[in-house]
């Protein structure tokens, strides 16, 4: 069993950005009425262009079990909630091409993340409806997925 933590960029930074509108705003635009908080995930492909879809995943209950993680060796992928509910979020580091421990993160609502190149993670995994998410990865020719059945883990949250 692994508890899920809260979600951080120090904490996630091996996996990828944490993207939110946390401190100072860059700039202001539009006339000093928006705040702009610039470049908040580094997006990388190996070919192709970036593209946006829209998500609708069916929400997760925690206690959570997970027996899949999956990768995309050609291209980051984003994952921008368009609601102001925490997700779960599951990743492990790479060990010779296969998952290694994994971690769980939970995020706070007006948290997004943007996963590197090649991490290994689970599947979206929304808490609450709708599971409704803006994604931004890698469209391009070519398998850009790779999936891999790991033994069912339990992921919950801490009681503390």
Not at 39 to 58: K, T, V, Y
Not at 80 to 87: D, G, K, L, S
Not at 146 to 152: G, S
Request: net charge negative; aromatic share 8%; with cysteine.
């Amino acid at each position: 069993m692994i508890i899920a933590q809260p979600l951080t960029a120090s904490g996630f930074a091996p996996f990828g950005d944490v993207m939110d509108a946390s401190g100072a705003p860059d700039k202001l635009i539009n006339a000093g009425l928006c705040g702009r908080y610039h470049d908040r995930a580094q997006m990388d492909f190996s070919d192709g262009r970036a593209g946006i879809s829209i998500f609708n995943a069916q929400p997760r209950t925690l206690p959570y079990t997970c027996d899949l993680l999956e990768r995309h060796p050609d291209g980051s992928q984003a994952f921008i909630p368009m609601t102001q509910h925490p997700f779960l979020v599951i990743v492990a580091p790479d060990e010779d091409g296969s998952p290694g421990t994994p971690q769980a993160f939970i995020t706070k609502p007006g948290q997004a993340i943007n996963l590197h190149r090649g991490t290994w993670h689970g599947v979206l995994t929304p808490l609450h409806a709708p599971g409704l998410f803006a994604v931004v990865d890698r469209i391009g020719s070519g398998a850009n997925l790779q999936e891999h059945t790991v033994a069912p883990f339990t992921v919950q949250l801490s009681s503390g």
